[in-house]
């Protein structure tokens, strides 16, 4: 669209300028023939000059749309860590002790029960001749790990290397060494534990719920409406702000489940929710919180490269759509604009004739 000096925006302040301008114009017009003809020596009049007006530059820029989501700086969810060997629990972990693979998690009838890595549950005691299984080479995975081997690359058969490797592994626990793998002899987790809380004492029976576990690495979960899913996206950017300072985030998990969503008062309020995960990228960000409010900003939307003023230069016409009044050392014109993303203040323009560097007339 060309430049419409005719256009004739809504604001009613700036219109009134304009219309005062065309009178100023015609009084002038009609006077400057008197003061010509009666005054030949007089000193010069000089015009009125026009109103000062804040301006602001059309700038080049990339603008994104952000939503901000109230969160929580944590651990994580909790789980719970059941006892399934018969027995006494006679040791257990300190609340906030990290725990990892092939160390004692708690002891029963003063043995530990030790961590393994996997995600397959053990379903089934294992000993020679049980028939192939990934459960097994999950089990030759850990002994390995924990320095017990000899049965050469895991695999699903337990053999009688298997057994031996057992064995041994039992002797530096100082179980019986039988050879055999019982499905409670290990607690079983996708990779270290942080114990949140102990739900069970030293006396107490070792089968049942012993205590209760999150992740090592603190993250920020929100509660983000069902609705808007489709701002999480995993391993996306997001801004986390925690205690006044804002970090880099990435978001590293994006829940499939909604649940019932709940207001102030913790009645529901009619939008399932889904949780989302944020790790910081600076876990150092913050500080030795172990749990804080946080506010997370998912980014919807960037634009690259377009020209920008702020909000306040849009003047709306009387025709519709939307004008922006450029100053040209004091001469001002109007310059038709379609509007596209608005992001911090700012918004998207583009029109005939604007270019970058410009003025515009703005009211902020």
Same mark, same amino acid.
């Given at each position: 669209?060309?430049?419409?000096?005719? *256009?004739?925006?809504?604001?009613?302040?700036?219109?009134?300028?304009?219309?005062?301008?065309?009178?100023?114009?015609?009084?002038?017009?009609?006077?400057?023939?008197?003061?010509?003809?009666? /005054?030949?020596?007089?000193?010069?009049?000089?015009?009125?000059?026009?109103?000062?007006?804040?301006?602001?530059?059309?700038?080049?820029?990339?603008?994104?749309?952000?939503?901000? $989501?109230?969160?929580?700086?944590?651990?994580?969810? !909790?789980?719970?860590? &059941? @006892?399934?060997?018969p027995g006494t629990l006679t040791s257990l972990p300190d609340a906030g002790a990290t725990l990892t693979r092939c160390k004692p998690v708690y002891g029963v009838d003063a043995t530990p029960v030790p961590l393994f890595y996997g995600t397959l549950p053990f379903y089934r005691d294992l000993r020679e001749g049980v028939a192939?299984?990934?459960?097994?080479?999950?089990?030759?995975?850990?002994?390995?790990?924990?320095?017990?081997?000899?049965?050469?690359?895991?695999?699903?058969?337990?053999?009688?290397?298997?057994?031996?490797? *057992?064995?041994?592994?039992?002797?530096?626990?100082? *179980? #019986?060494?039988?050879?055999?793998?019982?499905?409670?002899?290990?607690?079983?987790?996708?990779? #270290?534990?942080?114990?949140?809380?102990?739900?069970?004492?030293?006396?107490?029976?070792?089968?049942? !719920?012993?205590?209760?576990?999150?992740?090592?690495?603190?993250?920020?979960?929100?509660?983000?409406?069902?609705?808007?899913? @489709?701002?999480?996206?995993?391993?996306?950017?997001?801004?986390?702000?925690?205690? &006044?300072?804002?970090?880099?985030?990435?978001?590293?998990?994006?829940?499939?489940?909604?649940?019932? @969503?709940?207001? $102030?008062?913790?009645?529901?309020?009619?939008?399932?929710?889904?949780?989302?995960?944020?790790?910081?990228?600076?876990?150092?960000?913050?500080?030795?919180?172990?749990?804080?409010?946080?506010?997370?900003?998912?980014?919807?939307?960037?634009?690259?490269? =377009?020209?920008?003023?702020?909000?306040?230069?849009?003047?709306?016409?009387?025709?519709?759509?939307?004008?922006?009044?450029?100053?040209?050392?004091?001469?001002?014109? *109007?310059?038709? =604009?379609?509007?596209?993303?608005?992001?911090?203040?700012? /918004? !998207?323009?583009?029109?005939?004739?604007?270019?970058?560097?410009?003025?515009?007339?703005?009211?902020?």
């Open positions: 669209m060309n430049e419409v000096t005719h *256009l004739k925006p809504r604001r009613r302040g700036r219109a009134r300028w304009l219309v005062a301008a065309v009178v100023v114009v015609v009084v002038l017009g009609t006077s400057s023939v008197v003061l010509l003809t009666r /005054v030949s020596s007089a000193t010069p009049v000089k015009e009125a000059a026009p109103p000062a007006v804040e301006t602001a530059e059309v700038a080049k820029t990339d603008l994104s749309e952000e939503e901000e $989501a109230d969160g929580t700086l944590g651990y994580g969810e !909790e789980s719970v860590v &059941g @006892g399934r060997k192939d299984g990934a459960d097994v080479k999950q089990l030759e995975e850990n002994l390995k790990a924990c320095g017990f081997s000899g049965f050469g690359t895991p695999d699903k058969k337990f053999t009688s290397a298997t057994a031996a490797a *057992l064995k041994k592994w039992q002797k530096s626990l100082g *179980l #019986e060494q039988t050879g055999a793998f019982g499905q409670g002899d290990v607690v079983l987790a996708a990779g #270290e534990l942080r114990v949140s809380a102990l739900a069970a004492k030293p006396g107490s029976p070792a089968q049942g !719920e012993i205590l209760k576990t999150t992740g090592t690495v603190r993250s920020v979960q929100v509660k983000l409406d069902a609705a808007k899913q @489709g701002l999480a996206q995993q391993g996306a950017k997001a801004s986390v702000t925690i205690n &006044g300072k804002t970090t880099p985030g990435t978001i590293t998990d994006v829940g499939r489940s909604a649940v019932e @969503g709940k207001d $102030a008062t913790g009645q529901d309020d009619g939008k399932p929710k889904i949780t989302v995960t944020v790790g910081l990228d600076d876990p150092a960000a913050a500080g030795s919180l172990d749990s804080a409010p946080a506010a997370v900003r998912f980014t919807k939307d960037v634009r690259k490269g =377009v020209l920008a003023v702020p909000v306040g230069a849009l003047l709306a016409l009387a025709e519709g759509g939307y004008a922006v009044e450029v100053d040209e050392n004091g001469q001002r014109r *109007l310059i038709a =604009v379609q509007t596209g993303l608005f992001s911090g203040g700012k /918004v !998207e323009v583009s029109g005939t004739g604007l270019a970058a560097g410009m003025r515009v007339v703005t009211t902020s």
